[in-house]
């Protein structure tokens, strides 16, 4: 196998004028977010008792776990059924899914009223409740996540542990622990990577059930029984995607050549899912017979449309085309209407969709909502820029050109 | 049999997280308190006997500590004009409908918890801080609740409210059955303090018995139908109106316990963990073949 290229960081500098931008948008976000903790949510939010959830949950809990399911797509693809092509494209992958869950985690921590009980699901527990699977799973991968990529710290730091000082008589030893721990995780890698994929399709899936329960209070072209199910295949669909996506925005924020022949490849087995995840919910429509409702012109009908149109036909029909898979631009703007319909498809479900019996008028978001939801994609984006940076995330040309698969193909090989 | 691998492997897994955090799991259970007692008690609504004077939501108040202004103040018929709900320092509200036999005497109608008979939100709640006790209460716990509103989203009759507006604990409030009292063998604050005994606190199947007998022998002054005896599996709180309940703003769930379908659907995924346990071992299993068809490249 040639592999000519080798994770290590990107040599570049952190800050840019779009950097910048990011940085004064996250601090904004903060200074909402302080707001909250110091006022509550009613201070900050348009939440009220006729509507308990907002775009917190709809987009950076339930969208966030979706759009972070590049992480256990590419770790299916690559570990489980070793497809080798795919190595470069893992550790980004795995970056982006690692602070995905830290925000989505975030996240929920900020939405929920108690935020100091976060750890509460731990103990006690409520296997009938939905969110007690979702809250489970995602604390759970959350960790696995974490020791996934512990091989990119150790192999960052092995041999280079250099602290100055009174500090210097840890280097060695800990320079110890880290070979150590490489060691161990090199063998035990592959527990954790089967762990972490089912565990993605239990919580994505587990997602979808989450708003079964409020029953007629959702409105019937998305509440269906086979909710966690559309879940689950539209987070795989999004998947390879949200991969193309970030490769291409991140090659190009670092000035790196995108892996054309990679991502087409990629691209090619996006048509499938979607198409599979299409038929599930045309049929689904089909059966409940709620396609009547499609007649009516009000912003659930409006809204539904414009996200299977947009987020699922379209980009089906994009993906078919070789023209497609083989431009780069078009390429990201398929990706991007795929990652745009599942992201609308989760604002619909948990924020359209709930039409309350009793309401003093309809929810929007607010300033605030906005600016911490804005706030924390920032700050995720700075945070994914810090560590290509300074560790070895992404694949670049290797310049002795000897293949260091030891590295690269970390815990599947023998 | 089944429900004890479930629960053990609960255990297992949790014990892992309970391990980082140091704590025992010794006190949790898998589920929170959910009882279905034969003798469960209720309170019959009947709407047409309520004259609007508002002396349960002043009881209501009273009984719970929250401040309030003087009874006197709730002759004020004015706040008809605005349909209410609960909230966090109201637990129960009367709102006022037109009454189609007699527009002289409008329908009043006393809204609360339902304390239903398989609750949406007992099955909801992420750390099982909300409970169905003995007596047929729905009573929250504020020492689990981590406020994430779920019991809200799930309610079919939109009852719970938060302290949206409390930094530091803020809590699920609504109506908890006069819980406090009833176990010192005191009647619900409202049900003691209406005039006119619209309310009658009882065993529920007695009541349902009693609200069948009031159809029997005036059937021109209600409407065939007792709201709570099957809506959502069924409550503790029904009513009894002149008119068709939906006419009244009452909500129609259907007649299935409101948890059904996503219960059997979350223990349909994790079926005592033979499905992830199962997927497990298959991906296992691929990735090892797949790994030997590729090592004598
Ligand atoms: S009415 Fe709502 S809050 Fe009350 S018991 Fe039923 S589901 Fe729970
Ligand atoms: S807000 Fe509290 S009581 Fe309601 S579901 Fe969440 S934890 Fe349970
Ligand atoms: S039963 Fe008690 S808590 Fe409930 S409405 Fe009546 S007085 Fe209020």
């Known amino acids: 196998m040639e592999h000519f290229t080798k994770p290590s960081p990107v040599y570049k500098k952190f800050f840019t004028p779009g950097v910048f931008v990011l940085v004064i948008l996250a601090l904004n ?24 959830w907002g775009i917190w949950i709809g987009i950076d809990v339930a969208a966030g776990v979706a759009l972070a399911a590049g992480g256990f797509t590419t770790a299916a693809l690559s570990h489980v059924i070793h497809k080798e092509q795919y190595h470069d494209i893992i550790r980004p992958a795995l970056l982006t899914a690692m602070l995905g869950y830290t925000f989505v985690a975030l996240a929920v921590s900020i939405d929920i009223g108690r935020w100091y009980y976060i750890w509460h699901p731990l103990i006690m527990w409520n296997g009938n409740s939905a969110l007690f699977e979702v809250g489970i799973c995602v604390i759970m991968y959350l960790a696995v996540l974490y020791i996934e990529f512990l091989p990119v710290v150790t192999e960052r730091f092995i041999g280079k542990v250099r602290m100055k000082g009174i500090f210097s008589i840890l280097n060695k030893p800990l320079d110890a622990i880290l070979r150590i721990l490489d060691k161990g995780l090199s063998k035990t890698m592959f527990i954790f990577i089967i762990l972490g994929v089912v565990l993605s399709t239990l919580h994505q899936s587990s997602l979808g059930t989450l708003m079964i329960i409020a029953g007629p209070k959702m409105h019937p072209l998305w509440q269906t029984p086979v909710l966690p199910l559309l879940f689950l295949l539209s987070a795989i669909s999004v998947g390879y995607p949200m991969v193309i996506f970030e490769s291409i925005l991140a090659s190009r924020s670092l000035g790196l050549k995108a892996e054309m022949n990679v991502l087409s490849e990629l691209g090619r087995m996006v048509p499938p899912i979607l198409g599979i995840y299409l038929a599930f919910k045309i049929g689904d429509m089909v059966i409940r017979g709620s396609f009547v409702y499609l007649t009516e012109f009000n912003t659930a009908s409006v809204m539904f449309v414009i996200e299977v149109l947009f987020g699922v036909i379209v980009p089906l029909r994009m993906f078919l085309s070789e023209a497609v898979l083989k431009s780069k631009p078009l390429l990201f703007v398929a990706s991007v209407l795929v990652i745009f319909g599942v992201l609308l498809n989760r604002i619909n479900n948990f924020v359209v969709a709930y039409t309350p019996p009793y309401s003093y008028g309809p929810y929007f978001p607010s300033i605030g909502e906005i600016s911490v939801t804005v706030g924390f994609i920032s700050l995720l984006v700075l945070a994914y820029r810090f560590i290509v940076l300074n560790f070895p995330v992404m694949s670049l040309p290797d310049k002795s050109s000897v293949p260091q698969s030891k590295f690269a193909i970390r815990g599947t090989q023998k | 049999m089944e429900k004890q691998n479930r629960r053990s492997f609960l255990k297992t897994t949790a014990l892992i997280g309970a391990a980082a955090t140091g704590i025992s799991t010794k006190s949790a259970s898998a589920k929170p308190k959910n009882i279905l007692s034969e003798d469960r008690m209720g309170v019959l609504v009947d709407t047409t006997v309520c004259i609007g004077c508002r002396n349960c939501e002043w009881a209501c108040k009273t009984a719970h500590n929250i401040p309030t202004e003087d009874q006197i103040k709730y002759e004020d018929r004015s ?17 006022e409908y037109p009454n189609p036999q007699n527009s002289a005497l409008p329908t009043d109608v006393k809204i609360q918890c339902m304390h239903c008979d398989h609750p949406a939100c007992v099955s909801a709640c992420i750390v099982g801080a909300i409970s169905k006790e003995e007596n ?18 799930a309610c079919p009759f939109q009852i719970p409210s938060f302290d949206y507006n409390k930094p530091m604990n803020p809590e699920i409030r609504k109506c908890d059955f006069c819980i406090e009292r009833t176990k010192k063998g005191l009647l619900p604050a409202c049900v003691k303090n209406c005039p006119v005994e619209a309310l009658t606190y009882g065993p529920r199947n007695e009541l349902i018995k009693e609200a069948r007998e009031r159809i029997k022998r005036y059937p021109d002054k209600y409407f065939n139908h007792i709201y709570g005896e099957t809506e959502a599996g069924g409550t503790s709180w029904m009513y009894l109106a002149n008119q068709d309940f939906s006419k009244l703003a009452f909500p129609s769930p259907g007649d299935k316990p409101m948890p059904g379908a996503s219960e059997s659907i979350q223990h349909g995924i994790f079926a005592y963990f033979v499905p992830p346990a199962f997927l497990y071992a298959l991906l296992g299993g691929i990735m090892w073949i797949t790994k030997k068809r590729n090592e004598p490249e």
């Open chain 2, 79 to 95: 706040v008809f004009k605005q349909m209410r709900r609960p909230e966090p320092n109201a637990f129960t509200v009367v709102n």
């Open chain 2, 136 to 153: 047929g209460s729905v009573i929250w716990d504020t020492k689990k609740c981590i406020g994430c509103r779920y019991c809200m989203v």
């Open chain 1, 29 to 52: 976000g903060l200074a909402f977010l302080a707001g909250r903790l110091i006022f509550g949510i009613g201070a900050v939010t348009n939440l009220n008792n006729q509507y308990p």
